[in-house]
């Protein structure tokens, strides 16, 4: 059992920059696939990022591109996502989640997963 714990959530500006973090609690993140996907209101959950846990290969979500960046340090056991330029529409719960495929998008493939952060950017 993986349990993780997602930080660094909170009110920005349009425009303005968040970093997330993700770490697992009494486990190393080492042979995990660890992604990013977000929920606003209403809305189904959808990929945002996610990164392999041996080759650091990243896969992206369109809408994110050139905004969005994974990172994972396995020295600190944390994998990070750092938002920049924030739009409005990027308002939602953001969840980490871990898999124990090297990589993948699909939510289904994912079995632990946080309690998830809010990330709230005012207009």
């Known amino acids: 059992q993986v349990q993780l714990v997602e930080s660094g959530g909170g009110l920005v500006q349009t425009g303005g920059s968040l970093r997330l973090s993700c770490a697992p609690s009494?486990?190393?993140?080492?042979?995990?696939?660890v992604g990013w996907f977000r929920q606003a209101p209403g809305k189904e959950r959808e990929f945002v990022r996610c990164?392999?846990?041996?080759?650091?290969?990243?896969y992206y979500a369109g809408s994110v591109k050139g905004r969005f960046t994974i990172s994972r340090d396995n020295v600190e056991n944390t994998v990070y996502l750092q938002m920049n330029s924030l739009k409005p529409e990027d308002t939602a719960v953001y969840y980490c989640a871990a898999t124990r495929n090297l990589i993948a998008t699909p939510s289904s493939q994912y079995a632990y997963w946080g309690q998830g952060t809010q990330v709230t950017v005012s207009s």
């Open positions: 009494g486990r190393t993140f080492r042979r995990y696939g």
């Open positions: 990164i392999s846990w041996s080759d650091d290969r990243i």
